[in-house]
Structure formats: C-alpha cells, structure tokens
C-alpha cells in the first residue's frame, strides 16, 4: 500500500532541521477520520505552515490504514504546503516496516518500555531498514510517566530522559530524532499541581546530544480550560484536568524541541462541539450536522497551536 498522489509528502527529516535553524516546532497533529484530517490541512493552508500528520496503531485499526493513506493523498493533492506522514508509537519492527513499505516519511519506534540495551537494539534494527529506504526514524527514552511533585531525584531520574544517555543512544542506533521525557505525559490530566517541565534538563540534553540534533516533545496537549468547559457544560465529565500551558513552548523550541506532537486538544474540542450540538439541537440525527462544527473547532484549535508553535508562514 503505498501513498501515490501526484504531489509528494516531504521527509519529515527536513521539516524538523528547518525548524530547528528556524527556532520554531512542527506541529504532528494525530489523524483518525476524515474530518480531523481535514481541519489540521485547512488550518495548515491558511497559515501556510508545514504540517505533521501521525497515525498510531489504534488510527490504523480503527479507519483501516488503506483509508487513511487515500485521505492523505486527497490532501496532499489539494493544498500547497509541505506534508509528511508518521507513524506515532510504534511499538514493534512489523509496524515499522509495514508504514516504511506503505510510503510513510518517517516512523517511530517507542522502545521506551524496554531496557535501555533492548530499546538500543530495536530501535537500531527499524533504522538500519529505514535509512537505506530514505526515511527517518524517531525513537524515545524515558518515560512519559505523570510524575508526582513530591517524587525524589533518584526516582525522577529513572523516569525522565538521561543526558548522556541520550548521547550514546544516538550514537549507537543513528536515530534521527528523539522524544524526551521531561514531565509531560499523555492524556487530559497531566499534571496534579503546578504544571511543571524540566527545563533544566532539556538543555543538558540538547547540550549533549548537539545544537543540530531534533528532539520530540509528546503529551504536548494544552487541555485549553474552554474547551474542557464547553465538554463539561454539555454533559462530560473531565474534572481537574490539565495540560501543558502554552508559554511553555517557546523556550523548549528554544532547547532543540522540533516537533510536538498534538492529539488529547483535537479530541477535547471534535467531541466538545458534537455536546454542544447535540444539546442545543437535539433533533439533529444527520452526522454532517454535528460533524460540521467539529471539524471547524479542530480547525479553529490548528490555526491557534501552528501560531503558539511558530509554524505560520514557514511553508
Ligand atoms: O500518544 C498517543 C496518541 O494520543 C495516540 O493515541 O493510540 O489512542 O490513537 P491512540
Ligand atoms: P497528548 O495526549 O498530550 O495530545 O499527546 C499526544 C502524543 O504525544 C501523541 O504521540
Ligand atoms: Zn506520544
């Protein structure tokens, strides 16, 4: 199954070393349907921003990957910015080299769960058969874990990314870039407290690991308080929940993050307007009456992370 529109999907490599020079982050916005996908495109060809589209696992399973690849290529057909296409979390070599021989631009092989030697391996074996292939890898180390604000140093150490060891990590697999644990984590509830991220610890690692090398940030949802409102008000029930503030952005663009990965923010504000329809329009049973503003509140949510990010007009 390989993507085959008559424009072509960048290498996800060269929007991130543009990023990087640029001091700006790409955003990878996660595609499920075609109306998610189509709100992150229209939100990307006003700006004019270069755009990220990620696919998991349970993307692929739930549209059937064969969809999502025709809706991507609909896409890339109909807008002129730059467009490439990943795979977030895989978790095997199989997937890997099924979305490298699918035309993917780049995968990603989480191997954080496994030891840091397995993770080394893994991840060596998915680029050793990507890189002839031209794509580019992304893998992770440390863990994407909420972490409590009394935790000690040493079991915060065993959780966040490890400086040096994200040198070698580099060195040994040849991975072309790396998300790091920093505090975030996945999910609508990511912080207790205060929300906090460290800093401190990203430079050590861009030091380490080079001014030129890409890092990834996940779990970068803002959980915007409106849009949990606008769920809650019409009958969800997200209490306390929390993402990662917006200002933080700008200085970890400014610490070698040149990707951020978006996907609780598009589901909290597709499902918040489908309430919010449902509730003042219940006799509406036609799907593209409800769908119609969920797609323009993910679109509206695109345009606003593509500005925080300081992706607009880089296309
Ligand atoms: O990091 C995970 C993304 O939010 C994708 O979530 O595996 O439920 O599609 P998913
Ligand atoms: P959020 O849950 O914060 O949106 O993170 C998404 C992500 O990291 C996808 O890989
Ligand atoms: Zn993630």
Redesign the pocket.
Known sequence: MTVCASRQLVPTSELLIAALKGKYAVG?Y?VNNMELLQAIVEAGNELKAPLIL?V?AGARKYANEAYLIKLVEAALNSSTIPIALHL??GEDFEICKACIDGGFSSVMIDGSKHSFEDNIALTKQVVDYAHPRGISVEAELGKLAGVEDNISVSEKDAIYTNPAEAKEFIERTGVDSLAVAIG?S??AY?FKGEAKLDFVRLAEIQQAVGLDYPLVL????SVPAYLVKICNDFGAEIPGAK??PEEMFSQATKLGVAKI?????LRLAFTGAIRKHFAENPSHFDPRQYLTPARAAVKELVKGKIKVFGTDGKA
Do not use: F, R
């Open positions: 990878a996660n990620q998991s977030d979390h975030t996945h999910g990511k996940h779990g970068s949802s993402g990662v990965n978006v996907d609780t923010d």
